[in-house]
């Protein structure tokens, strides 16, 4: 069909019928991507997950950084009569916008964990680790749903702030493991590297925690509280941030011996190079941390340092998994083109 031929709407214009269309084919291939999975398509669920769930925890630290965190002062509603934005007069429309687009992003992170579960319910073979952690990600939403409303509730206490980030960050680890196992095979985890080594990026998994959970409290302490109404942790300010700098050097000394250990014992590339892009990250995160220090913590660097944050845990879960194999993803692949022949 050419371009004169195309249907026209009413001013003549084929442009309108030909983007519909499109849009039509794009929600078709997403929707037989979970309908009809395959390994790929799974893997791309997977990775959708890591991604909304990491990007809703920025978002929501931009509603804090924008003073909007009671921009809608009631939960579920937005207002006490109404579950969209309407005239209030302790909030401006621009600080309601933003509450309430926070609150419409819980549903696309909710759509993609559906996503994941129907696409890993649907898939042949069946794979009983799949299935567990995909259904990790609805029950997630909801929780950090609910969560949310308590947040609002308690007038953003820093203590349900703090725990409401964290919930996330436990919520992007069920979503990556989701992706890492399903490029992989199901068998019994083997180790890449030695022992010891393999040790040392648990620990460093468990410092990196430790720093995001120092984070908050820093964050749960200091300026940007999301409202006038808000309360603050009572710790003395320069305490915690150095107490977080101090863990900061704990986490880059644990990476750099990973990194080390890792060279020195001929470890797989993948591992390697893992580790590396984790430390470039950490030194990253390191400047923009100091920077907003010096600079009196202005809002978009703390919203770069809460995204560096999520960084720096997805590229510390990443290393963790390069260091063990549960054997080829080929091996599901024969299983699936046998249940194919056979006509299943």
């Known amino acids: 069909m050419t371009a004169a031929d195309q249907p026209r709407d009413r001013t003549g214009d084929a442009r309108p019928r030909v983007l519909r269309d499109q849009v039509q084919g794009k929600a078709l291939d997403l929707f037989h991507s979970a309908w009809s999975p395959t390994r790929a398509s ?22 804090r950084l924008t003073g909007s965190g009671l921009g809608c002062p009631t939960w579920p509603r937005c207002t006490p009569d109404s579950f969209v934005p309407a005239a209030h007069d302790a909030h401006s429309p621009a600080n309601m916008a933003i509450e309430f687009g926070n609150r419409l992003l819980t549903f696309l992170v909710l759509a993609v964990a559906v996503g994941c579960v129907v696409a890993v319910m649907r898939v042949a ?5 799949l299935v567990r952690l995909a ?6 939403v909801a929780v950090q749903a609910l969560w949310g409303g308590l947040v609002v509730r308690t007038l953003l206490n820093p203590v349900t702030v703090s725990v409401h980030f964290l ?3 436990v919520m992007i680890v069920a979503a990556f493991a989701l992706y890492a196992r399903s490029g992989e095979g199901d068998a019994p985890p083997r180790r890449l ?4 080594i393999r040790t040392l990026g648990f620990v460093l998994v468990a410092a990196v925690f430790v ?14 509280s999301g409202d006038e109404a808000a309360s603050r942790f009572g710790f003395d300010i320069q305490s915690v941030v150095r107490l977080h700098a101090d863990i900061v050097w704990i986490v880059l000394g644990l990476t750099f011996a990973l990194l080390f250990a890792l060279h020195v014992t001929d470890s797989p590339g993948r591992a390697r190079r893992g580790a590396l892009i984790l430390l470039g990250v950490e030194l990253a995160q390191g400047v923009i941390g ?4 010096f600079l009196a913590v202005p809002a978009l660097l703390v919203a770069l340092h809460v995204l560096g944050s999520t960084l720096v845990w997805i590229a510390t879960l990443r290393v963790v998994y390069l260091m063990r194999s549960r054997g080829p993803a080929d091996a599901l692949a024969s299983a699936e083109n046998q249940l194919d022949v056979a006509g299943v």
């Open 290 to 293: 100091y920077v907003q220090y």
């Open 193 to 196: 590297v030695h022992r010891d």
């Open 42 to 63: 799974i893997r791309r669920w997977a990775l959708a997950a890591v991604i909304v769930n990491a990007g809703i925890t920025v978002t929501g630290a931009a509603v």
């Open 125 to 129: 073979p069946r794979r009983a680790s």
């Open 167 to 169: 919930l996330s960050i």
């Open 211 to 224: 720093l995001l959970m120092a984070g908050v409290v820093v964050t749960g302490t200091g300026p940007h």
């Open 135 to 140: 259904w990790i990600q609805p029950i997630g």
